[in-house]
Nanobody, 126 residues
Framework: QVQLVESGGGLVQLGGSVRLSCEVS????????MGWFREAPGKEREFVAC???????TYANSVKNRVTIARDNTKSTVSLQMNSLTPEDTDVYYC????????????????????WGQGTQVTVST
């Protein structure tokens, strides 16, 4: 069983930054594609970014100029740095792991991920 625990969320200022972190346990982290998604009430879960086992990064077009995803295989963690925050960034952010690593997998799809964290709330104040 793979467990994911997010941290780093909270109340942040408009135009500010936040760094989310996800700690993974109970599996082989270095082989996983790791993703970040976000979800607002009443809306579908939205892809934000992912990083595969080789360090290749993919960003949603809506955030790619403002976010950076990174992984630390020595700590089994993945982070999401978000800058220039706006109220539209107010969401619950989820960390996810894809343990299958299928070559043709589209890892911007939430259905491709096997394990999910509990989520961490990011609220951008106005």
């Amino acid at each position: 069983q793979v467990q994911l625990v997010e941290s780093g969320g909270g109340l942040v200022q408009l135009g500010g930054s936040v760094r989310l972190s996800c700690e993974v346990s109970g599996g082989t982290f270095i082989s996983y594609t790791m993703g970040w998604f976000r979800e607002a009430p009443g809306k579908e879960r939205e892809f934000v970014a992912c990083i595969n086992r080789y360090g290749i990064k993919t960003y949603a077009n809506s955030v790619k100029n403002r976010v950076t995803i990174a992984r630390d295989n020595t700590k089994s963690t993945v982070s999401l740095q978000m800058n220039s925050l706006t109220p539209e960034d107010t969401d619950v952010y989820y960390c996810a792991a894809d343990t299958k690593n299928m070559v043709l997998s589209s890892r911007s799809l939430s259905a491709e991920y096997d394990y999910w964290g509990q989520g961490t709330q990011v609220t951008v104040s106005t």
